[in-house]
């Protein structure tokens, strides 16, 4: 969206700035600063600090920078006697409201108020000392995430604000008035018991110390510790952040992030903020366990690699390479996923190779190639704040992808229209123009229905449909088996709302598609990708600037796993091992023959692990166990090898079946790059060292590597990315140089190229985009008179995957200690449960128990529960039935039933 440009004087300078921009936002584009405290970036002024005053030519009194807006040809003063007076004195006001105790806050060395007093000379005892609030806080000793000082605070109001209107939480105010003003909750609620997400948004912000981290308090100023640039460990959105450690005693003792960072722009989530105590757990994994007949006893490195390769090569000569296969881990680098892929290979000779792409986005991978050629989000982060409509379908953003939340919170603030089809009625929905609460599982009838819609009311892009894409007359002859009035019976929705979803999509300029697991975790999640590639065709909504489908990734590098090759089909890039030219390059490079098997995926090395064709398996950073489907039946099969391997940073559910358990170190204790969602690749530092014996897990699969006679040496993470980049052509511009602290894009195909923000603009990867008919198919195990609901699983946003990681932290375990199933109000009133009460979940393979949460958030044919809890696991009762394509299993639907539990 193009503006004007005006020109103006700022300290004798001449400054270029767009229409309509603050004189504080003007300065600060041409570096120079301005004084402030209650100003930031991401929020509409609020002008209480009155510090950014400045003077204006012509004019008589003092201008706050941070709400007048710059005319052309205006001249501004930012500092001069009379300002710097002003300055100082407005301090001292402000230290009438301010404790002053700066040699023991926590704060020392990073105050925007430490700094300007020094600066301007304020005494801080001119207007007296500052007296605590009488008002009850809602940061209470109760809450165990956030610190309020009352006597600190010096009531600018920008938390608030930032709640407010970047979080959307409103969880906090400001109560009461003047000298007796503090920050509280509504009614004084305790705030893990408030709206509060916990984002640590309030302490980011704050520019005097008020709010702090409760468990760093003491462990450390600002001034003594390190900052280290790194991202986020957790979803796949990749945010950017600051770990502050304590150099000598080896800990992280608080995370920050500042504004302007590429993807997350300084925000974060409770995981991104709070989420990192695992890392000093004391249950981390120090040493190799080798089992033995009384349980798993320490052993050294040297004799757990001689017992690997012992074992492996024996089990490879006796079986062949396919009794041999290996998993790698979409939280571990992209080096660590490189070298993964090239031990089984070159070392094992087996394509046996996958990650957990398997079980969340590898329908996206293939439905989106084979519709576009390229299976990765088309958009970036940054342009969904742009998007004119936003389409939301299985996905919960604002929990499973907090940050990507943000940025529609932000578009729906400027005016954007938002559909949202999900079966649970999440945040968004609750706030979308339509909501479409359809069955789960009724996707393809739901999109087929629209698209239908969508030709008949001539609202398709006939040029985009007949100038970039082929095959759709098959496509349209497919959709006249489907009808609006048909699938809203079926759907158990509104006729008038598909109709309505489809005309603002449509419409939409432009409009942009967000999925995430509701799409993929189907038997025909493949299809489910492929019919949103159609839709998106359909109405040309893709190859330009907000506009695309985007799969929202659910680990921090499943992006990066997949582009690794860590999966059976594909090497480095998404290039085939049956092609030729490719196959030569990888064997001079390697200098090793490729392997011919097809190789398999996840699931079917746990089907063959129980047929006695899988002799043994190497687990890198994975819980199969509590990840894959029928759980009873993943522990049955896995305790039929003769040799399981697991490398992790604990003694996860799958590691105490394991022969050997390596320890590895986790993403604060080494280098490496990890992909989002959005392709960019950014580079992650080492923080702190591992503990006791644990290895970076590059490390420990070169030494593997070796044990099996292929020795693979690297002097650091940069060597191994080096030679990536040089065989895969879509990295092939990056390098850790290039890659500093915002990251690439890729495509990225040379030294010079500046990396790709959105694809497909003019083309296809594959030349013209394909229409593909997809028809509908039910989920494989549907509701009856023993089993009457539909059962699906997900993510909450406070816990993550098995939840190893942020069930160790302190605030996580406070607001979310426990499994819960979300049962509808009538549902729940025929079965006589009470919100709160003890429930089962019973399906066919297994039960699990939770506490009910009654409501409006599900259908009252379906339940809901999480998937973080080892104790009560989700994955005890979902089906193991599997898309036929890419053997990701049906996750959000099975039948199942539902009782009330004793206390």
Not at 252 to 257: L, N, Q, S, Y
Not at 628 to 636: D, G, M, S
Not at 791 to 819: C, D, F, H, P, V
Not at 848 to 864: L, Q
Request: one cysteine or more; proline letters at 5%.
């Amino acid at each position: 969206m193009s503006m004007e440009t005006i020109s103006l004087m700022i300290d004798g300078r001449q400054v270029s700035a767009a229409e309509g921009t603050t004189i504080l936002e003007a300065a600060r584009t041409a570096g120079i600063h301005i004084p402030h405290l209650c100003w930031d970036p991401r929020v509409e002024p609020i002008g209480s600090c009155r510090l950014c005053a400045v003077r204006i030519e012509g004019r008589n009194s003092f201008f706050q920078a941070c709400s007048t807006t710059a005319v052309h040809g205006m001249q501004v003063t930012t500092e001069d006697a009379e300002i710097a007076a002003l300055r100082k004195g407005i301090l001292e006001l402000i230290f009438a409201d301010h404790h002053t105790a700066c040699p023991t806050c926590d704060r020392d060395g990073n105050c925007k108020l430490q700094d300007y007093a020094y600066r301007y000379g304020a005494d801080h005892d001119r207007f007296g000392a500052a007296e605590a609030s009488p008002i009850r806080s809602n940061y209470a000793s109760a809450n165990y995430g956030i610190a309020y000082v009352s006597e600190k605070c010096i009531k600018c109001g920008l938390c608030v604000k930032y709640c407010e209107t970047v979080q959307m939480a409103e969880a906090i105010t400001l109560a009461w008035r003047q000298e007796r003003t503090a920050v509280t909750t509504a009614f004084g609620v305790d705030l893990h018991e408030s709206p509060c997400e916990l984002c640590g948004g309030c302490i980011r912000v704050c520019p005097a110390g008020a709010m702090l981290d409760r468990k760093a308090i003491g462990k450390g100023r600002d001034r003594n510790l390190n900052r280290v640039r790194t991202i986020c460990p957790y979803c796949g959105v990749g945010c950017q952040m600051d770990l502050l450690t304590d150099p000598v005693r080896n800990r992280i003792v608080r995370v920050t992030a500042v504004p302007g960072s590429p993807i997350n722009d300084g925000n974060l989530c409770v995981k991104g903020h709070f989420g990192f105590d695992f890392v000093s757990s004391e249950e981390r994994l120090t040493q190799p366990l080798l089992r033995k007949a009384d349980g798993f006893a320490a052993v050294t490195w040297d004799e757990a690699l001689d017992t690997i390769g012992t074992r492996l090569r024996r089990i490879r000569e006796k079986h062949g390479p396919e009794g041999l296969a290996f998993v790698s881990s979409c939280r571990c680098s992209n080096e660590e996923n490189y070298l993964m892929q090239k031990l089984a290979r070159a070392a094992a000779g087996t394509n046996n190779v996958d990650q957990c792409a398997t079980t969340c986005h590898a329908p996206t991978v293939a439905g989106l190639a084979s519709a576009f050629g390229s299976g990765a989000m088309t958009n970036s982060v940054r342009e969904i704040r742009d998007c004119d409509v936003l389409f939301v379908i299985g996905a919960n953003p604002t929990e499973a992808h907090p940050i990507v939340g943000l940025e529609m919170k932000r578009a729906l603030r400027r005016g954007a229209k938002l559909v949202v089809c999900d079966p649970r009625r999440t945040w968004l929905a609750a706030r979308a123009h339509v909501h479409i609460q359809h069955r789960p599982g009724s996707d393809n009838m739901l999109l087929n229905a629209m698209m239908r819609f969508i030709i008949d009311e001539g609202l398709q892009d006939r040029a985009f449909v007949a100038e970039r894409c082929e095959e759709f007359d098959v496509f349209e002859e497919n959709l006249r088996a489907f009808s609006v009035e048909e699938a809203a019976i079926y759907c158990g929705v509104k006729a008038e709302d598909i109709r309505q979803a489809a005309r603002l999509y449509a419409n939409g300029s432009p409009s942009a598609i967000f999925y995430t697991l509701g799409i993929t975790e189907h038997t025909c999640g493949t299809d489910n990708v492929r019919n949103l590639a159609n839709l998106a065709m359909l109405c040309g909504q893709i190859g330009k600037w907000a506009s695309g489908v985007n799969p929202l990734r659910g680990q921090n590098n499943v992006q990066g796993g997949c582009d690794m090759g860590a999966m059976p089909h594909k090497l480095p890039g998404y290039q085939n091992w049956s092609d030729d030219a490719v196959r030569a390059k990888f064997e001079r490079a390697w200098d090793r023959p490729l392997p011919t098997n097809p190789g398999g995926r996840v699931t079917h090395f746990v089907e063959e692990a129980g047929a006695g064709t899988l002799k043994a398996l190497y687990v890198m950073g994975e819980d199969l166990v509590v990840s894959e489907p029928n759980q009873a039946k993943v522990v049955r099969h896995l305790r039929q090898l003769e040799f399981l391997v697991c490398q992790d940073l604990f003694l996860t559910e799958t590691a105490k079946l394991a022969h050997m358990v390596l320890p590895g170190a986790c993403w604060a204790e080494k280098d490496g790059t990890f992909t989002a969602s959005e392709r960019r690749v950014q580079r992650f530092r080492r923080a702190v060292l591992p503990p006791g014996e644990a290895k970076p897990d590059w490390e420990i699969l070169c030494l593997v590597s070796e044990a099996l006679g292929y020795p693979m040496h690297y002097a650091d993470p940069s060597e191994i990315f080096s030679e990536m980049a040089r065989l895969t052509p879509s990295y092939a511009g990056m390098s850790y140089a290039r890659l500093g602290d915002e990251g690439l894009q890729w495509p990225c195909p040379d030294p010079d190229h500046p990396g790709t923000r959105f694809l497909h603009e003019g083309t296809f990867a594959r030349g013209k985009g394909k229409f593909q008919p997809i028809g509908f198919q039910p989920q494989k195990e549907e509701p009856d008179e023993s089993y009457p609901l539909i059962l699906s699983t997900g993510r909450t946003l406070y816990n993550y995957n098995s939840g190893s990681m942020t069930r160790k932290t302190g605030i996580i375990r406070q607001k979310e200690s426990a499994n819960f199933v979300e049962i509808h109000t009538d549902t729940a009133a025929r079965y006589g449960i009470a919100d709160g009460d003890r429930v089962r979940v019973r399906t066919r393979r297994g039960v699990v128990a939770g506490r009910a949460v009654v409501g409006e958030r599900v259908r009252p044919d379906s339940i809901w529960m999480p998937f973080h809890f080892a104790e009560a696991p989700a994955n005890a009762v979902t089906n193991d039935v599997f898309d036929p394509e890419t053997a990701t299993a049906e996750y959000k639907c099975c039948a199942a039933a539902l009782e009330k539990a004793e206390a």
